[in-house]
């Protein structure tokens, strides 16, 4: 692979970091008052669950999943881990529910080309999912939303 990909590739998930900070923003106007969870509602019958996992002053830290009730029992799909950087804005995926964590996969740093890769793809899949979640309209806007659940 030449050093032109390499750069390419780098360059296009800063700006799908970048562009999913503006689609999450989108769909949860608020995320920085939401103290603990909250819940968007749509048309569709499943709920968008959003739960805080840790807060810093620069970062939020973000499980976001669909609720499935199947069989009386509720399902967290996809449950993706978002790492939220509100100084930088961009938001990047740290985990994806049956993806495990890029540095438990790959651990070595001469696979740089594959640390990307495995990024881009982690990241592309949630920008994929909020345009998803955008199109059905699903809304956090209620004030009453922005608390705990």
Not at 49 to 68: K, M, N, Q
Not at 74 to 81: G, K, L, M, S
Not at 108 to 115: L, N, P, Y
Request: hydrophobic share 40%.
């Amino acid at each position: 692979m030449s050093k032109l990909n390499l750069i390419n590739k780098s360059f296009c998930l800063e700006k799908i970091c970048e562009s999913n900070y503006q689609k999450l923003l989108t769909l949860v106007p608020h995320i920085t008052q939401i103290t603990e969870s909250a819940i968007g509602a749509s048309n569709s019958p499943l709920e968008l669950h959003l739960s805080v996992i840790d807060r810093a002053p620069y970062t939020l830290t973000l499980e976001l999943s669909h609720c499935f009730d199947q069989h009386k029992k509720h399902t967290f799909e996809p449950a993706v881990n978002i790492k939220v950087y509100l100084d930088a804005r961009m938001v990047e995926v740290i985990r994806h529910h049956e993806r495990s964590h890029v540095f438990q996969v790959i651990k070595s740093a001469r696979q740089s080309v594959a640390v990307m890769d495995y990024k881009w793809s982690l990241n592309y899949f949630l920008g994929q999912w909020l345009d998803h979640c955008l199109k059905n309209n699903y809304n956090f806007n209620n004030p009453a939303q922005l608390t705990s659940v």
